[in-house]
């Protein structure tokens, strides 16, 4: 593949290794594109340890290092408000009292260190909704990250403020989250490539050493599938996290793939799917809507309690007063103290119970593709932060995108990848398969990427008009 329209990482990687430009060139255009931002994506940036971070790249690069030793050298790079931390820049989870109160590190933390290991510099921050706890990006007090194909519409959340930075052109790649959908629904919203790498794949610590009980998976949103590929060779493996690290597992070059189509899902979304299980060229079956929805739901209701209960620790630890938080967040709160350990204890019972059905999906599959989002992307406003209907907030999540925390609950790898272009919006599925197979997922998804037209990104900051 030559690149997306627009361009890439690896496109703006190469013209800085290759001298068609410096990483401090680089660095300038995304802080003028990240400046002059209409679509609310960045939540903090710090222009000094950006241009600091770029004079280090150009330095290592004057020196003869190769592309080999860092495929992103000198590459700008946005880190998410929510989840591990770049050194200089702490994640307040879009909470502005948490903001006030929180030091910034001053070590990366273990994925940071990898990110910047890669090339990687980062100089800023990404909006999201307030502790993830949406499925759009709007912080109390902040502008909305808005979606760069319709700016009425939402990038999707928690990683909303990433995609618009990438799918905007203001950087290549930016650090993403996906406790729930986070990754795969923004990527759904605005045509990019996000990975859920398997739990346990990449690192979570030790600053952001909440892994939400297995549920949240760390890496980046990107344009193309090779970008996700490269890097997520130097973020994963030997993560000396909690659980083990899972070994590497390959898909067939022609998969059985079943088929899952949700009862709520439009025409449209389950279009896309269907198309894109006939491209990969095996047998395709079927499962049950029926069942698929069930399943989903069992997944989802653990996924609520478990976040709930998440949020409700992180506030108490945080000191943080029910005035310093959003009403749907402190809904969120009370509900997660009032629940009792025994039936959070049964609520770890029942995410094994849902692994445990996910893997009896895989007896006569090798992939399961569904779509990720129901219709398309939310409306600016469709989650209100200051409803205190915590069980109408669940069910539009839920609605909104249905099956996503499958992945998250049973631990299995999901990847969500544009297909196609639809009344002026991306349309997109997701893939999902056993423990350990995110690189043979992304290489999957490398044979797709060309059958469906990319949607055509404005070009990157700073990237040269020749090149994409």
């Keep these: 593949m030559s690149g997306r329209i627009g361009g890439d990482a690896t496109a703006l990687a190469r013209a800085i290794a290759d001298g068609r430009l410096t990483a401090a060139e680089a660095m300038e255009a995304a802080l003028l594109a990240a400046e002059t931002d209409p679509l609310g994506a960045i939540a903090r940036l710090d222009p000094a340890l950006g241009r600091a971070g770029a004079a280090r790249a150009d330095a290592i690069l004057a020196a003869g290092a190769t592309a080999a030793s860092a495929p992103f050298r000198g590459l700008p790079f946005l880190g998410k408000d929510l989840g591990a931390s770049a050194r200089g820049l702490a994640a307040c989870g879009g909470n502005a009292a948490l903001r006030e109160r929180t030091p910034d590190p001053e070590a990366d933390d273990a994925l940071f260190a990898r990110f910047r290991a890669a090339g990687l510099v980062p100089f800023g921050l990404t909006t999201v909704p307030e502790f993830g706890n949406a499925l759009t990006s709007e912080p109390p007090g902040a502008p909305p990250a808005r979606n760069p194909w319709n700016p009425a519409l939402s990038p999707g959340g928690s990683s909303g403020g990433a995609a618009a930075a990438v799918a905007s052109g203001i ?6 989250t996906d406790a729930a959908g986070s990754i795969r629904v923004p990527a ?35 344009r193309s599938v090779r970008d996700v590929a490269a890097i997520f060779a130097p973020i994963s493996g030997e993560a000396q996290g909690p659980v083990p690290d899972p070994a590497l597992r390959g898909i067939p070059a022609t998969p059985r793939v079943a088929l899952a189509i949700s009862p709520a899902v439009s025409e449209a979304s389950a279009a896309a799917a269907r198309e894109a299980a006939q491209a990969l060229g095996g047998p395709v079956h079927a499962l049950d809507p029926a069942a698929w929805a069930a399943l989903s739901d069992r997944a989802a209701a653990v996924a609520d309690l478990v976040l709930a209960v998440s949020l409700a620790e992180w506030v108490d630890a945080a000191g943080l007063a029910e005035h310093e938080i959003a009403p749907i967040s402190a809904a969120a709160a009370r509900h997660g103290r009032a629940l009792s350990a025994p039936a959070f204890f049964a609520a770890t019972r029942e995410a094994a119970g849902v692994a445990h059905a996910m893997w009896a999906l895989f007896a006569d599959a090798d992939v399961i593709v569904a779509p990720v989002l129901a219709d398309g992307p939310p409306e600016i406003g469709a989650f209100d932060p200051a409803s205190t209907d915590l069980d109408a907030h669940h069910a539009k999540m839920d609605a909104t995108a249905p099956g996503v925390a ?20 991306p349309r997109s599925f997701q893939m999902i398969a056993p423990f350990g197979s995110g690189r043979a997922l992304l290489a999957l998804a490398a044979r797709l990427e060309d059958l469906a037209p990319c949607p055509p990104f404005p070009r990157l900051a700073g990237l040269p008009e020749d090149l994409r």
């Design 171 to 176: 950087v290549a790649m930016a650090h993403a």
């Design 188 to 222: 759904a919203c605005c045509g990019l490539v996000g990975l859920k790498p398997s739990r346990g794949a990449t690192p979570m610590g030790p600053g952001f050493s909440n892994w939400l009980n297995g549920l949240v998976g760390e890496g980046v949103l990107a």
């Design 406 to 425: 499958l992945a998250n609950v049973s631990g299995f790898p999901a990847l969500a990848l544009p297909f196609g272009m639809e009344g002026g919006l």
